[in-house]
């Protein structure tokens, strides 16, 4: 799935007990709730391999 600052792609990073979607593009960070509505089949497997996240 895309950035909607810049266009690029965004990547599933994982933090201690968080699970975010960086952009390689611009770096910036979003929660998953806030890109929940946009999320792609890729991404949604990628997520699914994270058991544990924590959906804040
Ligand atoms: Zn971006």
Do not use: F, N
């Not at 770096?27 to 804040?56: C, F």
């Amino acid at each position: 799935m895309k950035c909607r600052k810049c266009g690029k792609k965004l990547v599933v990073v994982r933090r201690c007990r968080q699970v975010r979607m960086k952009c390689t593009g611009c770096a910036h960070e979003y929660k998953i709730h806030e890109v929940a509505a946009d999320l792609d089949p890729e991404t949604e497997a990628q997520l699914e391999r994270y058991t544990t996240i924590i959906y804040d």
